[in-house]
């Protein structure tokens, strides 16, 4: 499934590379800057439930279906049953919260002119939405890497895959190797908890691979199957001082890998 070899071709455009940074953070939203993932929220609350979205998971995990495909059934099932994209929008901004520490290690990227990327499987109006929403002002110096969502005239709405022809949807890879070609690349920080990150988790230098409570560890375990370096956070207030350390040339990424826990 991996679309490493051969980019797909994008049906939306990509912000310029940051080509003059030491440091560059890409994470994913939902569930990771996010406590409770957006779609899934939708999915498990108005569409066919979170036994189903579950056994989707499972299911692109085994690699017997494709996360676009997957994905797409289960924001049909939200429309399907009648609820209508601006009534999504508002009981996402009305249930989605903020990991409690993100705010705080935002305010350190800022501080040390590190660019903050979000790279996501959602949609862009949406994340924008409740980005704005959590984050306030600052939340316009955070750049949006994502798919997008077309709304019709009757508020019914279906998500616009950025790589329609990419098993992931959005092959969030294409966000990252273009660093990797820089003569002179940005040490990159990914952040990212599920199924949706998979292709994104091998390139970066270093991987925090967000534990959940409710044992929807989906990225962990590819990793742990995959032989992938990576490092398990609980939340970004516990990623701070491992990025602050690299940062600040305290520890090497693999000094934080052979502990593997932030």
Known sequence: MSQDDTAPEST???PPVH???????LTDWDGTITTYDSNDYMTDFLGYG????????LEILSGRVTFRDAFREMLESVNKNGHKYE????????????????KEFFRYCK????PVIIVSSGMEPL?????????????????IISNSVDVHEDGSWNIKFRHPSSGYGHDKSQAILPYRKLTDPPLLFYFGDGVSDLSAAKHADVLFVKEKSDGENDLA???KRENIPHVLFSDFSKALPAVRSIVEG???PKEWFDIGRA
């Open 12 to 14: 939306l455009p990509y």
């Open 19 to 25: 080509n003059d940074k030491k440091f560059v953070v």
């Open 50 to 57: 979170k036994e189903k979205r579950r056994e989707g998971n």
């Open 87 to 102: 009534e999504c929008k508002q009981a996402l901004k009305d249930n989605i919260k903020l990991d409690s520490g993100f």
């Open 111 to 114: 501080s040390q002119d590190i």
């Open 127 to 143: 994340i924008r939405a409740i980005l704005s929403n959590l984050v306030g002002d600052d939340a316009s110096d955070i750049e």
């Open 221 to 223: 375990t590819y990793c």
């Open 250 to 252: 305290d520890k090497t």
